[in-house]
């Protein structure tokens, strides 16, 4: 269904009459391609309804090539590194992020993006193009994490406590940055850009709200990227179908009574009984799941009493569960419920179980259209380079883009950044994890290339693909 629309790939000259007057001397000189050599300025050839259908596979390769070129430029080079760096100096944790989104606004100004605020507290949604379908949404996520950083640098975070330690501040400054490389072309577009900046992706559900809060009506698809710490700069990682894991906490009192620690026989002991809960859980997994249907659950949280010589009355227990299937995911939260208060009864105590302590919802398993991979594969190869472009395995982690991509069709990817010297980088979520800064122009380009190559070339079947893409799901 992602065809090319007809005839895109002969690469015929169109008649002069679609090109404006530099193209058409680069025509009069006999070269065709030369619509490519001019920064990708007239390949958005406003012409309704056949816009697309002249435009070579070549000319379409230049798109992100051109893309790259100008973001590896020292003066967007400079401003993003500037933003990334002030937004590391001041983490704020999900739906916190006032200061973050104070940034993103002043430089949608400066670049005369229009854009919504506020969406789910701290979110923004900028606007660039025509104003009119399709749409294509490209999303970032604003939130650091309640930790201290022990980077020694000059931008170490200034916030005791709080770090971005997940990139969320590159991820930020690329999807400014590709706010940049669109707006630069944007009466070449022929649609919307919609760029979503969400808070509290790390534990708040920001995703679920933005996606309350109406962002994605009339959006066609929906891109995301993650940088990697484990992978080669200049490489990307992804796959089609399920991508992360569905996860969801728990949290059980355990209550029993309390009483002399020598005198067993007067009490309920709830640590007792929280121990065989425990153990019970673990069988759900290997006694009750199919071996090849990959899940978790594991109690991470163990709280209860205090004095060597008292039981307590109760015990805390709580943890996370995840799978890959709606199925297997219902199938954990029932078999949790019914394993901790029959396994505490069975120790003559009672139970209460909280699905959602924090208040945070389930994440969905984040799933990536098929489809939006062969794009992904074409203009990610034309960037990187084909063998740049990793297949990977599914992982346990959860993301909440699933949220947006449960709703549309959506994509997520890994953006390595981890230089060929480079043992390794500190992983996500260390004290010590950094980000190779050399990594935002290949964001930049990234997210900008996706969208408008989308534009160009589903365009004239936007509504069609709307309704089959939907009807997959
Ligand atoms: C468990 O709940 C029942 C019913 O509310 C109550 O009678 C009993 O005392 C409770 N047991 C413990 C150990 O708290
Ligand atoms: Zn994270
Ligand atoms: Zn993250």
Same mark, same amino acid.
Not at 158 to 184: F, I, N, R, S, Y
Not at 210 to 221: C, F, I, R, Y
Not at 387 to 400: L, R, S, T, V, W
């Given at each position: 269904?992602?065809?090319?629309?007809?005839?895109?790939?002969? +690469?015929?000259?169109?008649?002069?009459?679609?090109?404006?007057?530099?193209?058409? /001397?680069?025509?009069?000189?006999?070269?065709?391609?030369?619509? &490519?050599?001019?920064?990708?300025?007239?390949?958005?050839?406003?012409?309704?309804?056949?816009?697309? &259908?002249?435009? +070579?596979?070549?000319?379409?390769?230049?798109?992100?090539?051109?893309?790259?070129?100008?973001?590896?430029?020292?003066?967007?080079?400079?401003?993003?590194?500037?933003?990334?760096?002030?937004?590391?100096?001041?983490?704020?944790?999900?739906?916190?992020?006032?200061?973050?989104?104070?940034?993103?606004?002043?430089?949608?100004?400066?670049?005369?993006?229009?854009?919504?605020?506020?969406?789910?507290?701290?979110?923004?949604?900028?606007?660039?193009?025509?104003?009119?379908?399709?749409?294509?949404?490209?999303?970032?996520?604003?939130?650091?994490?309640?930790?201290?950083?022990?980077?020694?640098?000059?931008?170490? +975070?200034?916030?005791?406590?709080?770090?971005?330690?997940?990139?969320?501040?590159?991820?930020?400054?690329?999807?400014?940055?590709?706010?940049?490389?669109?707006?630069?072309?944007?009466?070449?577009?022929?649609?919307?850009?919609?760029?979503?900046?969400?808070?509290?992706?790390?534990?708040?559900?920001?995703?679920?709200?933005?996606?309350?809060?109406?962002?994605?009506?009339?959006?066609?698809?929906?891109?995301?990227?993650?940088?990697?710490?484990?992978?080669?700069?200049?490489?990307?990682?992804?796959?089609?179908?399920?991508?992360?894991?569905? &996860?969801?906490?728990?949290?059980?009192?355990?209550?029993?009574?309390?009483?002399? =620690?020598?005198?067993?026989?007067?009490?309920?002991?709830?640590?007792?009984?929280?121990?065989?809960?425990? /153990?019970?859980?673990?069988?759900?997994?290997?006694?009750?799941?199919?071996?090849?249907?990959?899940?978790?659950?594991?109690?991470?949280?163990?709280?209860?009493?205090?004095?060597?010589?008292?039981?307590?009355?109760?015990?805390?227990?709580?943890?996370?569960?995840? =799978?890959?299937?709606?199925?297997?995911?219902?199938?954990?939260?029932?078999? /949790?419920?019914?394993?901790?208060?029959?396994?505490?009864?069975?120790?003559?105590?009672?139970?209460?179980?909280?699905?959602?302590?924090?208040?945070?919802?389930?994440?969905?398993?984040?799933?990536?259209?098929?489809?939006?991979?062969?794009?992904?594969?074409?203009?990610?190869?034309?960037?990187?380079?084909?063998?740049?472009?990793?297949?990977?395995?599914?992982?346990?982690?959860?993301?909440?883009?699933?949220?947006?991509?449960?709703? /549309?069709?959506?994509?997520?990817?890994?953006?390595?950044?981890?230089?060929?010297?480079?043992?390794?980088?500190? +992983?996500?979520?260390?004290?010590?994890?950094?980000?190779?800064?050399?990594?935002?122009?290949?964001?930049? =380009?990234?997210?900008?290339?996706?969208?408008?190559?989308?534009?160009?070339?589903?365009?004239?079947?936007?509504?069609?693909?709307?309704?089959?893409?939907?009807?997959?799901?």
């Amino acid at each position: 269904m992602y065809k090319y629309p007809n005839g895109i790939e002969h +690469s015929s000259c169109p008649p002069n009459s679609y090109f404006s007057d530099d193209t058409r /001397i680069a025509k009069s000189m006999g070269l065709c391609k030369c619509v &490519s050599l001019i920064f990708f300025l007239h390949i958005f050839v406003p012409t309704p309804i056949s816009s697309t &259908s002249f435009l +070579s596979p070549e000319v379409l390769a230049q798109i992100p090539v051109n893309f790259l070129d100008r973001a590896n430029k020292p003066d967007l080079v400079d401003w993003m590194v500037g933003i990334r760096r002030t937004i590391h100096e001041n983490p704020e944790l999900g739906f916190e992020e006032f200061v973050t989104s104070k940034l993103i606004r002043t430089e949608l100004d400066k670049m005369n993006i229009p854009y919504k605020y506020p969406v789910a507290v701290t979110g923004v949604v900028g606007f660039i193009g025509t104003g009119g379908p399709p749409f294509i949404a490209l999303r970032a996520d604003m939130d650091a994490l309640a930790m201290q950083e022990r980077v020694e640098w000059e931008h170490k +975070s200034k916030v005791p406590g709080k770090m971005h330690a997940c990139g969320h501040d590159a991820h930020v400054t690329m999807l400014l940055g590709a706010a940049k490389l669109l707006q630069e072309n944007h009466h070449e577009l022929q649609g919307t850009i919609v760029l979503v900046f969400q808070p509290a992706e790390e534990e708040g559900g920001g995703a679920k709200k933005m996606l309350e809060a109406g962002v994605l009506e009339n959006v066609d698809v929906i891109f995301g990227l993650h940088v990697s710490a484990d992978r080669p700069i200049g490489t990307v990682a992804s796959r089609p179908g399920p991508l992360f894991a569905a &996860s969801g906490f728990f949290e059980a009192v355990i209550s029993g009574k309390g009483g002399h =620690a020598a005198i067993p026989q007067d009490t309920v002991d709830p640590v007792f009984a929280a121990s065989n809960v425990i /153990i019970s859980l673990q069988h759900l997994v290997s006694r009750e799941a199919d071996p090849l249907d990959a899940q978790v659950v594991t109690v991470a949280k163990f709280q209860g009493g205090g004095a060597f010589n008292v039981i307590p009355d109760s015990v805390t227990i709580g943890g996370t569960f995840r =799978a890959f299937s709606k199925e297997s995911f219902v199938q954990l939260i029932q078999r /949790i419920e019914e394993v901790i208060t029959g396994q505490a009864s069975v120790q003559r105590c009672n139970a209460t179980i909280d699905f959602h302590p924090s208040g945070e919802p389930f994440v969905p398993v984040t799933i990536n259209n098929k489809d939006l991979h062969k794009h992904f594969q074409n203009v990610a190869g034309e960037l990187l380079g084909t063998q740049n472009i990793k297949e990977m395995q599914p992982e346990m982690g959860a993301e909440d883009f699933s949220f947006f991509a449960e709703a /549309i069709p959506g994509y997520y990817f890994y953006l390595g950044m981890k230089t060929e010297t480079q043992e390794k980088l500190e +992983s996500e979520h260390s004290p010590y994890f950094t980000v190779n800064e050399d990594v935002l122009p290949y964001g930049a =380009a990234l997210h900008a290339s996706l969208a408008a190559r989308y534009l160009v070339e589903y365009q004239p079947k936007s509504t069609l693909l709307k309704g089959s893409l939907h009807e997959e799901l």
